[in-house]
T-cell receptor, first 119, second 114 residues
């Protein structure tokens, strides 16, 4: 399977615990994005990486959230001291962005998501 | 915050009929994309239309874009039960060129009745 994979698919935790999610993008994709989706809403952007560099973080990403992409391949998203409001689906997407003649390809391919429930 | 809204929020049609969903957005865009999401699953990319395009087709899908009205429509022809899903439009604002982060609408829940 050469798609985007995410682990775990489901995570149930108690308030105050730390959790970590992993995303494996499509091989050789240089961009990796994290989104969060709450019930009945569209996904909202959290952060993105160009190779190993984290280039932007949303204001939604509080200090309790940290994301890494250490070797420009897989990425992890950690939430410290989880709160009930963190319950959501966390989605990862990857894309191959290049610029040739001033254009870029920007189709993002999404993983199946990690559903987090904080009790 | 959401960039725009899909209309209607929910749509139920008989199998074989055509389904039309609309999307409105707020700022100038580089491109607009449509995604499908089955219940509790990830998003599947359907089609991308750039700001200088007006219409695009892919199989049973037809997407139109009217940048003057800041709106797009997705038409699914000859609907099938497997088309039951939520459909989202997502935009890349012009100001974001270089960072193609997507700003999603609120989605349309489509139900195809066999």
């Amino acid at each position: 399977d050469t798609g985007v994979s995410q682990n775990p698919r489901h995570k149930i935790t108690k308030r105050g615990q730390n959790v970590t999610f992993r995303c494996d993008p499509i091989s050789e994709h240089n961009r990796l994005y994290w989104y969060r989706q709450t019930l009945g809403q569209g996904p909202e952007f959290l952060t993105y990486f160009q190779n190993e560099a984290q280039l932007e973080k949303s204001r939604l990403l509080s200090d309790r959230f940290s994301a890494e992409r250490p070797k420009g391949s897989f990425s992890t998203l950690e939430i410290q001291r989880t709160e009930q409001g963190d319950s959501a689906m966390y989605l990862c997407a990857s894309s191959l962005v290049w610029r040739g003649r001033g254009t870029s390809t920007d189709t993002q391919y999404f993983g199946p998501g990690t559903r987090l429930t904080v009790l | 915050s959401q960039q725009g809204e899909e209309d209607p929020q929910a749509l139920s049609i008989q199998e074989g009929e055509n389904a039309t969903m609309n999307c409105s957005y707020k700022t100038s865009i580089n491109n607009l994309q449509w995604y499908r999401q089955n219940s509790g699953r990830g998003l599947v990319h359907l089609i991308l239309i750039r700001s200088n395009e007006r219409e695009k087709h892919s199989g049973r899908l037809r997407v139109t874009l009217d940048t003057s009205k800041k709106s797009s429509s997705l038409l699914i022809t000859a609907s099938r039960a497997a088309d039951t899903a939520s459909y989202f439009c997502a935009t890349v604002p012009s100001s974001n060129f270089g960072n193609e982060k997507l700003t999603f609408g609120t989605g349309t829940r489509l139900t195809i009745i066999p």
